[in-house]
């Protein structure tokens, strides 16, 4: 059975750091493009970052130089170094493969940021 399980969110001021990990299963990862995804209060689902899987990231303007994402295909794990964070940031983040077919509807429960002083 196909899952994803995101964790590493919580409470964090402005400026300072988070380190989101993503943990798949049931998937054939190495081969898997992967991205970030957050919704904020309010707002719709939005494509953070991405990684290739020979490792060529992409990244939301908004995001450019803080965050950084990156995976372990050895352990199937994306994850998503979140640095300079703002208010804006706050959201659930979810992990998500960037493939059709039975992958398309793959999505993690997602974990909550929260940027806040």
């Known amino acids: 059975q196909m899952s994803l399980a995101e964790s590493g969110g919580g409470l964090v001021q402005p400026g300072g750091s988070l380190t989101l990990s993503c943990a798949a299963s049931?998937?054939?990862?190495?081969?898997?493009?992967m991205a970030w995804y957050r919704q904020g209060p309010g707002n719709e689902r939005e494509w953070v970052a991405s990684?290739?899987?020979?490792?060529?990231?992409n990244y939301v303007d908004s995001v450019k130089g803080r965050f950084i994402i990156s995976r372990d295909n050895a352990q199937k794990i994306v994850y998503l170094q979140m640095n300079s964070l703002e208010p804006d940031d706050t959201a659930v983040y979810y992990c998500?493969?960037?493939?059709?077919?039975?992958?398309?509807?793959?999505w993690g429960q997602g974990t909550l940021v929260t940027v806040s002083s």
């Open positions: 998500h493969p960037l493939a059709g077919g039975s992958y398309s509807n793959l």
């Open positions: 990684i290739t899987s020979v490792g060529t990231t």
């Open positions: 049931g998937v054939m990862f190495t081969a898997l493009p």
